[in-house]
């Protein structure tokens, strides 16, 4: 720093070399704060999504109640559909919007409204509605929409059957049905009393189907991926929450994804958590 001539008027200035100085400081606590602020920032979201289920499941339990033990009509084409024009007008939308679900912005989860709600992929913006209740896409969109098809990105698995009514199928853990690899995933419940604390009730939707899109809407996934390799290898989700028909909830990272169960409109597609 230059020293002014006493008396002389002339401010106190700064060197180049000490304004690099100071900008380098700055730059090198910026990369090291940043990351912990994207940490919390990313934390508080997957805290928001892990209350999100918990809301949904509780309104499922709370329709349920008044229904004889009974959960809504769900014989959509996959999970994560919570209308479709099979299930209308007695789908989960039809039934529960403003009632057991007030607040229909837990159908939206922070982190996939984030990474790909509003982002158009070659042309044409197949997420847009995970990131609004009101959006409208292609037929496609959120709770509060006239959409003839309803898909958040969360699978609601209490009493789901396919559009046709055909059967879960619940695999083991190398993804194929029978327990002569490992236990077989325990069954997604069909009525109130069969939920357990073994039993999954609700998660993000990680499949893939053989020779179409593969769906990896976990924490940080990269929506519809490569057609190839195993549910470790292509998804790239960080993590998925999964809550339980008792009402609790994990959040599992991504090596413990597993092939859990198959169902839906293609018999193949196998889902992961």
């Not at 690099?20 to 606590?29: E, H, N, Q, R, S």
């Not at 979201?45 to 229904?67: E, H, K, P, S, W």
């Not at 559909?81 to 912005?105: A, L």
């Not at 709600?117 to 409208?136: E, H, K, M, P, Q």
Request: hydrophobic fraction near 35%; glycine fraction near 10%; charge should be neutral.
């Amino acid at each position: 720093m230059k020293t002014p001539i006493p008396g002389s008027g002339v401010k106190r200035a700064f060197t180049l070399i000490e304004l690099l100085v100071v900008i380098a400081i700055i730059a090198i606590l910026a990369a090291m704060l940043l990351p912990g602020l994207a940490k919390a920032k990313y934390t508080a979201q997957r805290t928001a999504c892990v209350n999100n289920i918990r809301q949904m499941y509780l309104g499922q339990i709370q329709y349920a109640d008044d229904f004889k033990g009974h959960f809504a009509f769900h014989n959509d084409p996959s999970p994560d559909y919570q209308k479709s024009p099979t299930t209308t007008p007695r789908s989960i939308v039809d039934v529960m919007r403003g009632s057991y679900v007030k607040n229909t912005q837990v159908t939206i989860c922070p982190i996939l409204a984030q990474n790909f709600g509003l982002i158009a992929r070659g042309g044409y913006n197949d997420g847009v509605y995970f990131a609004s209740t009101t959006i409208n896409y292609n037929g496609y969109g959120g709770w509060d929409g006239n959409n003839q098809n309803v898909e958040t990105g969360y699978m609601w698995f209490a009493n789901y059957r396919d559009q046709d009514g055909n059967p879960v199928t619940y695999l083991n853990p190398t993804g194929t049905p029978g327990t002569n690899a490992g236990l077989v995933e325990p069954a997604w419940p069909t009525l109130a009393a069969d939920c357990t604390s073994q039993r999954a009730f609700m998660t993000h939707r990680i499949s893939r189907t053989p020779g179409s899109v593969y769906w990896d809407l976990g924490h940080m996934g990269g929506f519809d991926q490569d057609q190839s390799g195993s549910g470790d290898v292509w998804s790239t989700s960080v993590d998925q929450p999964v809550g339980y028909a008792d009402g609790s909830t994990i959040v599992r990272t991504r090596k413990l994804f597993l092939p859990r169960a198959s169902a839906g409109a293609s018999d193949d597609s196998v889902f992961y958590y």
